[in-house]
């Protein structure tokens, strides 16, 4: 008779814990996984992924009909919008500051401000914010945006390769988390969390955004990513050991698979259906490689990974 | 887990004879290791040699095969946790579950639908791999009907789903050499499905309902009984414990070499789910984390489109993205005047631009710089997709030979090389493009003469 002996692996690294909120705001832990994730035969996970819904400063000019159908009005205004996130369980706001991008509006500092003291005013929830993505803007915008939320703990990004002592030293001084974004490169990630903690961050002060694509253009680069991370980071690597954020669900609407409702194949089935299945499966695939926070776009994808992350967890 | 040359070296002659071609017997073990070369180009091996070399290289998980035609099903021989670690091997099959009690015209409609499912990724077709058919009316004679039905209308492999073995027997005898595979064993019927498969010479499918070391047990007795052709199904359906059940079989086989656990893995999504959404979420976690063969229930074209794009994604090669042939490519017939556009060549990236030009009627150039197989951004950012680099495509390619203007348009997101651009091709008019794929149609209406 066979005797089945289960083989578990014996981690000796540990992923850090972050905690997002406080001064007054509500507080989310993530990170400290001790094993990959949902293993719960070999070690206990102490905080689940959280999902973190993605709100813009701005209507969204590029997004389908049916996802601002699914929010409505509330993409009008960015405190309502954050209210309307949270009745659509939201733990996390992710706040983009887009109107600030220069071919974008190019707005500047005092308004990023007041984006941000609006959205902290309308919900209690821990916030993400994140410039347009253009070094020098950010620079420009963030240290207004950081200031308006001190003591509050919010993360804020992206630091990349060309920014990072700015916005790093910013987060430094107000007590906020770095969030340190690299292209789909396991290499510059590590190396930016090197950089990043020589200027002083803390270790329970920076999260990674490693980078993915969506189901179809390349989520196997951010699988891997996450996967190659947390295992490294298990295995004891300090420098790769930090929470990872995917902006998983805002790729998976980039693309025509979700945006297109005529012109293509009868194959692709049915438009609305395609959208929320894709942008459920990209956001599930990369929690099930190690995801953390993961920002997501449609109400209805955003309920059922809620559900399938509290069921992966036995709940 | 391979033997290294100097294990395989005890198992050999030690004589250098040098027949094998290779000047001693442990040169020829190294290659054997690399299997490089077969075992038999040595002649005086012994029979023990032989067996003990065959045990050894055995794969952990077994190769499967289901269905006899060009479509048939092959899965297994997988031999990593991770897709970075080297290719997951046999791609999942994904099958639709059809039921015996279903009236004629649903069955016929969903046959048709599931047979004739193709769709196109990345230039190449992809379809659905197989029908799996459900006694679920537990009648023999129906069973057998449906079966035969299903099989005149379809080339695609079958998976039979039956408990009994008289519906079983009754079924196998209406498809000929098809080699279906069976399912299931369970501990009530064991003996009978082993007839059934040592018989017909099918795959069976067992299935566990308490945990592996059942599994364990009916795989054992059925390998024993000369039934090699196994497939997995531990019994779980929800995501938890599924996850945490076909990570441990994958360990097992691969780290333990526990031979019971050493065979594909079936699964069952729908069975775990209220939804299509809830079936589509633990559809994908099986695709990526160990299913071998994934049975839907709800068959819907957009989630077929998903997974099978899933499996493309996750079964590529981690350590080469598909690429093109860097070059000048032709979408549509262009004429010298038609837009000439700039990009990667990532697969995904050409096919996203050349998909949009060719559906909003616009025949185009197509200029494919070699970025190693990275998109637009993420080429850029690693310094593989430059002014220098555009420019030396454009010269290297002859374009002004096919192309009549001195229009050359950028993909928006590296807008920012226009002015190193316009330094490096002074004669050329550097244009900027949409950021995403899906514009471009709008924007050659607005920025190009026709």
Known sequence: ??????????????????????????EVVVGGEVTLPFLAFEGSNPNLPRIAIEIHDKEPAAWPAS??????????DPGTWAKKAVEFGAEIICLKLLSAHPEGGDTGAAEAKAVVDKVLSAVDLPLIVLGPGVAEKDNDILPAASDAAKGQRIALGNCEEKNYRTIGAVCLSDGHIAIAKTPLDINLCKQLNIMLSDLGVPADSILMDPDTGALGYGIEYGYSINERLRLAALGGDAMTSFPIINHAGGEVWRQKEAKASEGVPDAWGNPEERGVLFEEITTSTVINAGCDIVVMCHPKAIERVKATIDKLAGK | MALTGIQIYKFLPKTNCKECDFPT??????????????????????DEGKQALAAASKPPIRLVTIGAGEKKIEVGNETVMFRHEKTFVHPTALVVRVKDTASADDLAKTVEEVSGYSVDRVGMTFGLDGIAIQNESGDAAAFAKCVETVSSKTDLPLILMS?????????????????????????????????????????????????????????????????GDLILDPGVRDLAETLVTLTQIRRLALAKRFEPVGYPVITFPGEGASSLDEEAVLAAQHVAKYGSIVVIDRFSPALVLALITLRLNLYTDPQKPIQMKPGLYQVGEPKPESPLCVTTNFSLTYFSIAGELESAGWPSWLLVCDTEGLSVLTAWSAGKFDADKIAKTVKGENVAEKVSHKNVILPGGVAVLRGELEEELPDWKIMVGPREAMAVGGYLKENWQK
């Open chain 1, 1 to 26: 008779m066979p005797d089945v002996e289960i083989p578990i692996e014996k981690w000796t690294g540990k992923v850090k814990e972050v905690k997002l909120g406080g001064g007054g705001r509500k």
């Open chain 1, 67 to 76: 996802l601002l159908a699914a929010w409505g009005d509330a993409v009008k």
């Open chain 2, 25 to 46: 017997c442990l040169a020829f073990a190294m290659k054997l290791a690399a299997s490089a070369v077969e075992l038999s180009a040595c002649p005086y091996v012994t």
């Open chain 2, 163 to 227: 408990t009994d073995p008289a519906s079983m027997s009754a079924a196998l005898g209406k498809v000929g050499d098809a080699k279906p595979a069976i399912y299931a064993a369970t501990k009530d019927n064991i003996d009978e499905m082993i007839e059934l498969a040592k018989k017909s010479g099918c795959p069976l499918a067992v299935r566990s309902s308490d945990g592996l070391n059942e599994l364990a047990e009916l795989t054992e007795k059925a390998a024993q009984a000369g039934v």
